[in-house]
């Protein structure tokens, strides 16, 4: 099957790490994704604030300059487009809000299966945090702290059946998920590993593939200067 799930596995399987550039539609640069070649294995496209309409332009624009792979990581319920490859379909286990673990999923699941939409069960955990992070504020939740804890919620989204785990620092995070946090997630998951939140030079992304990332998600960074995607892509190839 030629899934976006199946390229993400096959990656874990041969253990080899992947990029994923996170376009926001409000901020999109054409110019980044026309650098965006070998190393580069999906463009996440989404945002805290946008309808589905922005979501849909902005996925055919990138699909006119690029064949890799596209892939909501939606704000809300109503970022969903045919047009994209998959979907994340995130749930929150790092906070108690019931519609960020269910509430939004029931909106959005009749579109996602009108659409017929590939769609990717995703264990989202929030971590850390020194600052009010976008996905705090809109959620109403805290990030998680403790190792044990942050551990024990991964493996239960796995024994929940969730078929991703995506560690979280927040959007522009000036503290990156610390290395001893992925490798202790790492050593008690089987499911592919995405850590992302404020990862912007090419030693914070060496480090979180050393430390076990399967899947790294940047950009901010890549926003403020689309020249770092040909230094952090190497180290992908
Ligand atoms: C945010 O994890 C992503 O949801 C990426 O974060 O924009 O800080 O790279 P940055």
Redesign the pocket.
């Known amino acids: 099957m030629n899934s976006v799930y199946s390229k993400i596995h096959s990656g874990k399987r041969k253990k080899r790490p992947q990029l994923a550039v ?1 376009i ?1 539609p409000d901020k999109f640069n054409p110019e980044l994704v026309k650098l965006c070649r070998k190393g580069v294995s999906y463009f ?1 496209v ?1 945002g805290s604030k946008l309808d589905s309409g922005n979501i849909g332009r902005t996925i055919a624009a990138i699909k006119k300059i690029s064949k890799i792979p596209v892939v909501i ?1 939606p704000g809300d319920e109503k970022q969903v487009s045919g047009k994209a490859d998959a979907l994340l379909f995130l749930s929150l286990l790092s906070g108690r809000n019931p519609e960020y673990l269910i509430g939004k999923h029931v909106l959005a699941a009749p579109v996602i299966k009108r659409k017929k939409l590939e769609c990717i069960p995703t264990a989202y955990i929030l971590v850390n945090g020194e600052r009010n992070s976008t ?1 705090q504020k809109v959620t109403g939740t805290k990030p998680l702290q403790e190792l044990a804890q942050i551990k024990n919620t991964a493996l239960a989204g796995e024994l929940l059946g969730f078929k991703l785990l ?1 560690l ?6 000036k503290t ?1 998920i610390p290395a001893k946090i992925i490798a202790g997630v790492k050593r008690v998951i089987s499911i592919p590993l995405l ?6 030079s090419v030693q914070k992304v060496r480090s979180a593939i050393r430390s076990g990332a399967d899947i790294v ?7 403020k200067n689309i020249g770092l995607i040909e230094k952090i892509a190497v180290l992908f190839k």
């Open positions: 996170l926001d996440f989404g990581f996905t995506y979280e620092a927040g959007s522009g995070a990156n850590v992302g939140g404020g990862i912007d998600v940047i950009g901010n960074a890549l926003e």
